[in-house]
């Protein structure tokens, strides 16, 4: 969990649903966005924010990236400085969720608004650091260590990772990034336009610069968005056609959909209940178990043999495949 005693967590669309509902932010989710095409986005509703996980790099001067460096930010921005290593996840979907007016973030929460602000971002970065129901709830998805495996200390470490988050406020677009002295401020919402015309596009450039900074095949990107919960929406308005006797075919097509969001749901957190659990001890005590019955040889074999049956069937299959094609 390393000395700051936050995790690294996965990023996962599930996880961070159930992180922000643990920390106590009400009716949002996090859906993972495959395409930067606009098109794509409106069918999820009201899009708070975007969440980008990249791999990192140390960035141009201030004076050389896309934007303007905003010190000290607006009085009503919340930026926060990433003080603790392995926040960075955590800290961009608070930057999105403490930015959205219409976002009930709950009691824990809305004191933590209250109790910081006209801080610094760096004394705002230490508070979140210190929050006991911020840091449990990350914590809460700490990968299971399945197996204790002796590491070489030559070996090469892992890319490091980073997430920052993209939040229109007061009619602006703003890039927050913790590592960053403050927010950059992207540009102005024209009018009759969506403050997605102004982020995408920064976003867009970013992937092309990584890409083409190393040896073009870079595809290690993330993009998340905070959404509306759609269940309540579909909820009423189906009530509402109940009532009123509307188009059967219309209630019976958003009843299909909210099962399909509530279908979602239940997998993110069947996924987050297995993210949990640590199975090696069952795995250990099933193999002893094994091992002493006699039975560990019978199923070795068995499983031999059936590997073996599989490989060759799988090969007469693509001689078959191979001889019926025409000369």
């Not at 976002?103 to 929050?131: C, H, I, W, Y």
């Not at 911020?134 to 490091?160: C, G, M």
């Not at 009123?244 to 009843?255: A, C, I, N, P, V």
């Amino acid at each position: 969990m390393g000395d700051s005693g936050w995790c690294t967590i996965e990023s996962d669309p599930g996880v961070f649903t159930e992180l922000l509902s643990s920390i106590g932010a009400k009716r949002v989710q996090v859906e993972e966005l495959y395409s930067l095409d606009k098109t794509l986005i409106p069918q999820h509703g009201t899009v708070y924010g975007l969440v980008f996980l990249f791999k990192y790099q140390k960035r141009p001067p201030a004076a050389e990236r896309p934007g303007t460096l905003i010190y000290p930010p607006p009085d009503t921005l919340f930026f926060a400085n990433q003080t603790i290593q392995n926040a960075c996840a955590t800290q961009a979907i608070l930057s999105i969720i403490m930015n959205a007016p219409a976002v009930d973030v709950g009691e824990e929460l809305q004191r933590f608004r209250e109790f910081s602000a006209g801080m610094d971002p760096v004394t705002k970065g230490m508070v979140v650091g210190n929050s006991e129901v911020i840091r449990t709830a990350h914590n809460s998805f700490a990968p299971q260590e399945q197996l204790v495996v002796d590491r070489d200390p030559n070996a090469e470490k892992e890319d490091p990772f980073h997430f920052v988050a993209y939040v229109p406020h007061n009619g602006k677009v703003y890039e927050l990034d913790g590592l960053q002295k403050g927010p950059f401020e992207l540009g102005e919402v024209p009018k009759e336009a969506d403050w997605l015309d102004v982020a995408t596009p920064v976003i867009s450039k970013r992937m092309e610069e990584y890409q083409q900074a190393g040896d073009g095949t870079e595809i290690r990107f993330n993009l998340m968005m905070v959404v509306e919960d759609p269940r309540e929406k579909l909820t009423r308005k189906i009530e509402e056609l109940r009532k009123d006797g509307g188009d059967t075919g219309r209630k019976m097509d958003l009843e299909e959909k909210l099962a399909r969001e509530e279908d979602k749901h239940k997998q993110w957190h069947k996924e987050n209940v297995r993210r949990r659990f640590n199975f090696t001890p069952f795995i250990i005590s099933f193999l002893k178990a094994l091992a002493t019955s006699g039975h560990a040889g019978a199923v070795i074999k068995q499983v031999t043999e059936q590997k073996k049956t599989a490989y060759q069937e799988r090969l007469e299959k693509e001689k078959e495949a191979n001889t019926s094609q025409p000369n």
